[in-house]
């Protein structure tokens, strides 16, 4: 699918570093609006000097996260909310070898979905394999955590791409940007079983050259996660985070290239979630020097 030209222009205005960007920028909501809560947990120890995971403060950190973003006091009682003891769940993570899905991150996903319930032989957690796994073939609950990195494709790699190995021919998907990436959440394997969306910000890369490009001078220690239940204001949140950094980083707004567009459209072609910060409730826990949103 392509997108409209009125979807891309809405998008490419904020890429292009114009100030009422719609996914970037300030935007304006009507009070009778109700906003779409995303949570963004940081905490500096979740990270040690050396860049190694912190893995029990990074299980708490997702909870709080889960927490907050149901209203919960306790993270049990949230976690039961998203999940049921007769639920299949399907974690999509991400193996890419130079930022993966932190393995402490997905066996904390793992203990909290058992806890709340969920039999341990009805969850599996799996990347590249997810259409020939058993789990994933049954799946009537979908998990989805990756980092976040700029992408040769579609301009950042988000949750809304992850879901990408569900189909056999990803490229398929790789027209205009990634721009008809949002078509994927209607997929039958997906569609109504997406629960939690979670974008991994400890050391997010922001920017590379061509296609598995990496470089640790494009990385940093952000210490964050980026939480919530729809994939678009989850990864339009990052987003901003990562277009900040670049400002700061370059000392001129150089826009992501190739546009991340397929945010924007996948939430207003597609209804997985408002990108106007103005519609998001940004709620931070932890310290917040250097949040760049």
């Known amino acids: 699918m392509t997108p409209s030209n009125l979807d891309r222009r809405g998008f ?7 100030a009422a960007a719609t996914l970037l ?5 009507s009070p009778a609006e109700a906003k779409t809560r995303v949570v963004l947990v940081r905490r500096r ?12 403060v990074l299980h708490a950190m997702l909870n709080d996260a889960v927490a907050a973003l149901l209203g919960e006091k306790d993270a049990g009682a949230a976690w039961r909310r998203l999940v049921k003891p007769a639920d299949v769940v399907g974690v999509k993570s991400n193996v890419w070898g130079s930022l993966p899905t932190p393995p402490e991150l997905e066996q904390a996903i793992r203990e909290e979905l058992v806890k709340a319930g969920v039999r341990a032989e009805n969850v599996a957690i799996d ?11 049954r799946m009537t609950a979908l998990v989805n955590v990756r980092p ?3 992408h040769a494709w579609s301009g950042l790699g988000t949750c809304l791409k992850n879901v990408i190995m569900f189909v056999d021919s990803p490229p398929d998907y790789h027209g205009d940007a990634c721009a008809s990436l949002g078509a994927l959440w209607q997929l039958p394997q997906i569609a109504g079983k997406s629960r ?21 001078d ?12 729809q994939p678009a204001p989850v990864d339009a949140t990052g987003a901003r985070i990562l277009q900040a950094k670049r400002r700061q980083h370059f000392g001129v707004d150089r826009p992501i290239s190739p546009s991340p567009h397929h945010i924007e459209i996948a939430g207003s072609r597609y209804g997985l979630g408002p990108t106007d910060p103005a519609q998001i409730d940004l709620v931070r826990l932890g310290f917040s020097e250097d949040a760049l949103v």
């Open 25 to 29: 920028g300030p935007g304006k909501a």
């Open 45 to 56: 120890e979740v990270l040690d000097a050396g860049g190694g995971v912190n893995g029990p």
């Open 127 to 137: 990347d590249r394999g997810v259409r020939s796994n058993p789990v994933f073939q």
């Open 196 to 216: 939690l969306n979670v974008l991994v910000m400890l050391t997010p890369q922001f920017h590379s050259v061509g296609p598995h490009s990496f470089a640790k």
């Open 218 to 229: 494009f990385v940093w220690p952000y210490y964050g996660l980026v939480v919530g239940v």
């Open 12 to 18: 490419l205005s904020v890429s292009g570093g114009a």
């Open 148 to 150: 976040m990195r700029t």
